[in-house]
């Protein structure tokens, strides 16, 4: 039997398997939460990674639609980019796929010789790995953007509220008149 059909003949294994992997990076009692609770409004991390991962493994069985690789790799990392894992941690669980799928056809990889279909699957893997990676990284450049921006109002607001605590703001009148008694920003007087 071919790779492809021993993968499409196990699916659910195999998906049941890696998401096992994947929940066992959390800490234990997360893990427990995320695979237990089945609301998706209650639990959406846990119901994320279940769909996206479902859609991942049907891309790289089918020829990995860009777009939809893009889009479920996109859903599960932006919550791996906010849990604040290390680049490395954060990707690990695509190459949990090649584990899980080592795990669920031990059997079949050591009876029959599909051992170059496995090397063409676990190559797919690789190249999503690559992808997470980028990925991963765009959202983690989001997140510090956001905080800079955020840091950047914060202290807009701060500098606007102490100069009208201590009354020292100046007007456009003032800025632009060369004889007025305040000294204009950037002016070397």
Not at 152 to 174: H, P, W
Request: hydrophobic share 40%.
């Amino acid at each position: 039997m071919a790779l492809a059909d021993l993968l499409a003949a196990r699916r659910a294994a195999i998906l049941k398997r890696w998401h096992q992997l994947i929940l066992e990076t959390y800490p234990p009692d997360t893990a427990r939460f995320l695979d237990r609770e089945e609301d998706r409004f209650l639990n959406p991390v846990g119901h994320t990674i279940s769909q996206e991962i479902e859609v991942l493994l049907t891309e790289i069985l089918r020829g990995m639609d860009p777009d939809k690789v893009s889009r479920s790799l996109d859903g599960i990392l932006r919550i791996r980019a906010v849990q604040e894992y290390s680049p490395s941690a954060a990707v690990a669980p695509i190459l949990l796929l090649k584990k899980a799928v080592r795990e669920e056809l031990a059997a079949e990889i050591r009876q029959q010789a599909i051992g170059g279909e496995l090397l063409e699957f676990e190559s797919r893997v690789d190249k999503l790995l690559l992808l997470a990676f980028d990925s991963y990284m765009q959202c983690r450049q989001k997140i510090y953007e956001i905080r800079v921006n955020e840091a950047s109002k914060r202290s807009t607001i701060l500098v606007d509220r102490l100069n009208r605590v201590l009354g020292n703001q100046e007007s456009d009148a003032d800025l632009e008149d060369p004889d007025s008694d305040h000294v204009s920003r950037g002016s070397t007087r």
